[in-house]
């Protein structure tokens, strides 16, 4: 059984054919929105942090929205395997014996940061001249703005009747802001799909940006204050930017990801016409197989509902047991990449 799919679009697998699989084919690296769905490739996300780009010399732009965001924040690190280690721990260990309030998952989640950055308190990210680190948040407008639930349901409610229609409307709900090293060739510095602000990334706002990057409206409350934006309500970048639709135009994009199709921002899961593909004929997608996603424990990835579906120690057993399973993920790309053989696996997406 083949667990790890190999998917190009069409300039990824001509430079792939002509070149390899090589890790200097990639610019940029992509980290997908999608909650504790990243537990079930967290194999090959560590694999790919410490050992393929170990060596990395020229600079490698990444772009992450929620838990995405935290994992690229860990392969920014001095160490990526031992924050990425932290990361499993503190997310898995999350504890809600009842219906938790929206404040009380924000102070969990902003404690597994504080974890996550480790003992440099993520001054090592900043300083990383290799991996550019770009975190999308997203600043709520007129209703969306609400400090009361009716309110923001409503807002939220609106968001997606428009989106239907046009997702060029999130514009008129939700602002992109990309926190960032601010470097000049960076592909994430002049979007214009959706309307977009550029803030600059320091040791000050770090962690007040990745709280915001993974605080899901309704469920977390929002960040008012991030060093260096405009005030606001921030919110969860996956409003915008679930899986990404966006032009990438320098050399190929690297995407671990856990499904092989992309829904362009979090409004778009259920839309199953609105998949992005066009911006992606220079990537190459990593996504683990239909049969290997069928093995694992209850026949899926972890998800967000495994909160409400399943206890505390029950959940957990299963997270880590996904996580263990996702070690397969890695094996299979290490392999074929001693081989060689990556022309035998590739797909055309």
């Not at 992509?30 to 010399?57: H, Q, V």
């Not at 929620?66 to 001095?78: E, V, Y």
């Not at 902003?110 to 997203?138: K, M, T, W, Y």
């Not at 921030?234 to 994009?253: A, N, R, V």
Request: aromatic share 10%; charged share 20%.
């Amino acid at each position: 059984m083949s667990a790890l799919r190999f998917i190009a679009g069409p300039t990824a697998f001509k430079a792939i054919s002509e070149h390899g699989l090589t890790p200097d084919l990639f610019n940029q690296l992509l980290a997908a929105s999608g909650g504790p769905k990243w537990l079930g490739i967290a194999g090959l996300d560590k694999y790919l942090f410490s050992e393929f780009f170990k060596n990395r010399k020229q600079p490698l732009y990444t772009l992450g929205a929620s838990s995405g965001a935290w994992r690229l924040a860990c392969l920014a690190q001095q160490d990526p395997l031992a924050a990425y280690q932290r990361l499993e721990k503190f997310y898995i260990g999350q504890r809600y014996e009842s219906k938790p309030s929206p404040r009380v998952v924000s102070e969990q989640v902003e404690a597994i940061i504080q974890q996550i950055l480790g003992p440099q308190g993520g001054q090592d990210i900043v300083d990383n001249s290799i991996i550019r680190s770009h975190f999308v948040v997203c600043r709520a407008k007129h209703l969306n703005r609400s400090n009361h639930r009716l309110g923001l349901a409503a807002g939220l409610a609106t968001t997606a009747m428009t989106n239907i229609i046009s997702r060029r409307s999130l514009g008129w709900h939700f602002e992109r802001v990309v926190v960032s090293h601010q470097d000049s060739d960076s592909p994430f510095t002049a979007l214009e799909d959706l309307p977009t602000k550029q803030a600059l990334l320091n040791k000050h706002n770090l962690s007040q940006t990745l709280l915001a990057s993974g605080s899901i409206p309704l469920l977390l409350a929002p960040v008012k204050h991030i060093s260096g934006l405009a005030a606001g309500h921030y919110y969860d970048g996956g409003l915008t930017d679930y899986h990404f639709d966006l032009p990438l135009p320098k050399g190929l994009t690297l995407y671990p990801h856990f499904y092989p199709h992309m829904s362009p921002g979090w409004f778009d899961k259920s839309l199953s016409w609105r998949r992005a593909k066009n911006n992606y004929h220079n990537a190459l997608i990593l996504a683990p197989s239909r049969e290997h996603i069928a093995n694992l424990p209850y026949g899926k990835i972890p998800d967000r509902e495994d909160f409400s579906a399943l206890s505390s120690a029950s959940r957990m057993a299963y997270w880590r047991e996904s996580v263990k399973w996702s070690e397969s993920l890695a094996d299979e790309f290490a392999k074929l990449l001693a081989s060689g053989n990556i022309m035998q696996k590739l797909e055309r997406l």
